[in-house]
């Protein structure tokens, strides 16, 4: 009789050995989903960091060429027409950038992340990570480019709308133009606002904390664009700020990584200075600077994020939590009763905290 069963089943693709042809069929997709992933993530990462490129090249292009604009801008009766097409032009500049983005985002990015969570569902996986699900973050990282491209074009549709009203002798075309522009930003910086809330509360939900800060950032440079229209806007900026510092200093690998960023939108928020403070040498280091994805050393965080083990020590987007002992109000050691039980209180914070 043959005995079938014992004989050492490997797979022919990866070579690890099965018992039964169940668990081959099983082994040999999640060692295809892993490698699949493995090389999605470095793919996404690379078209991220493209992405981001051509959007500052096209921002830079916008800021050395606005003198140039604002001289070909002419007064008069008969140059509404010229002037229209001259703000149209910059007004598109952006746009190339931009389908580029929703497009891989939509075609690309998000049947990916939905093919493979229902794919690690029906294999009855949770890749990687022994109890954690795997959580991609990349759609939200589209998402949040989308947002930042839209907000140089709403920052240029601000400054364009400056410009055209400060022409001398202005014609009524060039005014009722200026007026448009003005009414558009603030409709698409409003409508901007609350969706990217939305996406604060999903990077929260999947422990995404450098996202979470960039989009928190965001948010906040529309909450501006809002207020040089002069329009309210619905944002509790110093809220959003104080939770901003608060995951800088907690996760300073990762979050912490705009730190620079917060100090310059601050510095606008509570100052008078204008906008486009996101693109300053120190806030954009930190992108030129982004490691490039090495594949073969797929790993996943506690958080279920993918990352590469080769590029990155521990997970980008989470990365090392670090305890700060709490600050204490300095009137509650007033009293000597409450001062004796802060101070047991925090001698043993700090022993916790030695451990
Ligand atoms: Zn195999
Ligand atoms: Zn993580």
Sequence with gaps: MEQLAVINLSCPSCGQ?????????????????????D??????????????????????????SFG???KALRPGPLTGRTN???????GNAMAEVQSDISGFRDHVVRPF???IANLATFLGVAAGADETDMSFPYLLHFDALFYRSRLIVLEEG?????ALNNIRGNSQHTSIMAKTLQAMTVMEAKEHLATIGTAIEACEAKGLKRLETELRLVQIFFHIVLRDAGTRSSLDVSASLTKIQDLCQTFPKTAGLLSNTYAAVKAVVYGQQRCGRMYTEESVKVWWTWPKYITGKLKYCTFGHPYSGETWADCPECGEEVQKP????????????????????????TKQWRV
């Excluded at 668990?23 to 989903?33: D, E, I, P, T």
């Excluded at 990462?45 to 493209?50: G, T």
């Design 84 to 90: 229209q097409d001259l703000v149209t032009t910059r």
């Design 158 to 162: 601000l400054r364009m709308q400056i």
């Design 39 to 64: 090389r999605m993530c470095a793919k996404f990462d690379s078209k991220l960091n493209a992405l981001l490129h051509s959007m500052y090249r096209t921002k830079a292009e916008l800021d050395r």
């Design 113 to 115: 992340e939905n093919n």
């Design 17 to 37: 050995d099965c018992k039964d042809l169940r668990r081959y069929a099983l082994s040999h997709q999640l060692s295809v989903l892993e490698s699949n992933i």
């Design 68 to 70: 140039t604009f604002v």
């Design 326 to 349: 709490q600050a204490r109000n300095p009137e509650s050691f007033l009293k000597e009763k409450d001062f004796v039980a802060a101070m047991r209180a925090m001698a043993k914070n």
